[in-house]
Structure formats: structure tokens, C-alpha cells
């Protein structure tokens, strides 16, 4: 009987299945609905900037760059600290603290590439890319790690995911991209959803494609569908209501 108590609560804990019908899309029902990348920040990292009508770029966010230079700088501030204080007394000691503080700004400095690696939709080059090299149109026909074609997008999705830590507990909110097979590939994720989901319908806009959220269980569907939108032709992005063409379904 305590057994069958416990297999209940246990079920109970579950998250239960989405009906992914809401969504009223047959794209939705072969698209997984889990998180495309586990865990997620805190603060907001990246903040979506209109370059031009053709052109989108994901910029680093000051919580993430101070987030950054804290692993690169606090080392050095341990250093001081400690040699100061006469902190060690054998030369053992030393080497160890010298092959522990190396990890600080190996991560910080890897914080800061991610930082300013550059994160664009350009719809003259007819990609989106992670990478500080841009893609090459006439040579790259098909989808790689970090350049992806935007005709080969589909859907966008936002999913929520439940994120606990020894220190603190919060919900993170990935964006993705969904194809047309399916598949998917996670842009940003970071628990400020009223970022990520304005950025999110401005992309939306952008691409001509629906937005899928999730979290709301509604569907955002752009202005211009994507096969009948001219690629290059100017949009309003500041125009949009967060709210305006959602639908309950």
C-alpha cells in the first residue's frame, strides 16, 4: 500500500505531455517538445538589435560580459590576496593553487568569445550563424553547426524549463528554431521571458514563420508568411503588439 501511495505521487510529480494539437500545425506533431538544451542562465544574455531591414544581431548583455570578467578577473585578486598574506608555506602548495587558479580565466575567457561571438539573421546572405566567420551563399548549400539556412526554418518554439541549483530555483526559456523535417536548433536561452518572447515575435515577423510558446500554449503567426513575403522588403519590428495577433486555441 505504501508502495502504491508513493507510485502516485510520483506520477502526480510528472510534467504531463502537451497537446501539441493546440498549436493547429502538423509541424508541431513531429517537433519534440522537451528542452533542446538543458539548464539555462539566470539574467538575460543576449538582446536582439535591428541592424537594418534585412539584418538581425543578437548582442551580448552587460550581466553576461560582468559575468564574464569576474572569472577572468577574480584570480588575479586571489593572488594578491594570498602572497600577500604569506598564505602558503610549501612550494606544493603553490603549484596547486597556480593549476587552480588557471581554470578561472581559461572559463572567463571562454565566457568571452561566447560573449562577442557574433549571433545574426541576414537575410542578404540568406543564414543565420554563431561564428565570427560569415557563411559563404554561392559555396554553403547545406545547414552546419553554427550557420543555418533560413529558408530551411520552419517554426519558431519557445519552451520552459524548470531549473533548480544548490543556491537558487528559476524558470529558463529557451528560444528555438524548428525545420521543416522537425528538427531543431536552440538560439538563446535565459530565464527573462518577456525578452525572449518579444525578441522571438520580431524574429518571427522577420522569418515569416509561426511562433510556437509553450508556455502560454499559443500561437503567434507573423504578418507575412514566409512564402509570400518578399525577403528583402523593410518591416516595422517596433510596430508589433507582444499580444496582437496571439490566438487561444
Known sequence: MLRSFFERITKSMKPKPLDVSAFDDPLADKTAWHPQASG???????????????????????????????FTLMPSI????????GFFETEGET??????ILIFPA????????????????????????????????LQRTNTKNHIKLDTIGALQII????RS????????????????????????????????????????????P???ASTMKTYQPMYKKNTMDTDAPYDSAGYDSTRRYRDM
Open 40 to 70: 539555462g542562465a539566470n539574467f538575460k544574455t543576449r538582446t536582439l538589435k535591428e541592424v537594418s531591414s534585412s539584418e538581425l544581431h543578437y548582442k551580448g548583455s552587460t550581466a553576461g560580459l560582468l559575468f564574464a570578467l569576474v
Open 211 to 213: 511562433l510556437w510558446d
Open 107 to 138: 572559463v572567463g575567457f571562454y565566457l568571452l568569445y561566447m560573449h562577442f561571438r557574433p549571433i545574426v539573421l541576414d537575410k542578404r546572405l540568406g543564414y543565420f550563424y554563431k561564428s565570427f566567420k560569415k557563411p559563404v551563399n554561392s
Open 160 to 163: 520552459p524549463e524548470y531549473v
Open 166 to 209: 544548490k543556491n537558487s530555483s528559476y524558470t529558463s526559456y529557451e528560444l528555438n528554431f524548428v525545420f521543416e523535417d522537425g528538427d531543431r536548433y536552440n538560439v538563446v536561452d535565459h530565464a527573462k521571458y518577456e525578452a525572449i518572447q518579444k525578441e522571438a515575435i520580431i524574429i518571427s515577423e522577420f522569418l515569416g514563420v
Open 95 to 100: 603549484k596547486y593553487f597556480f593549476l587552480f
Open 78 to 85: 586571489f593572488v594578491v590576496f594570498f602572497f600577500s598574506g
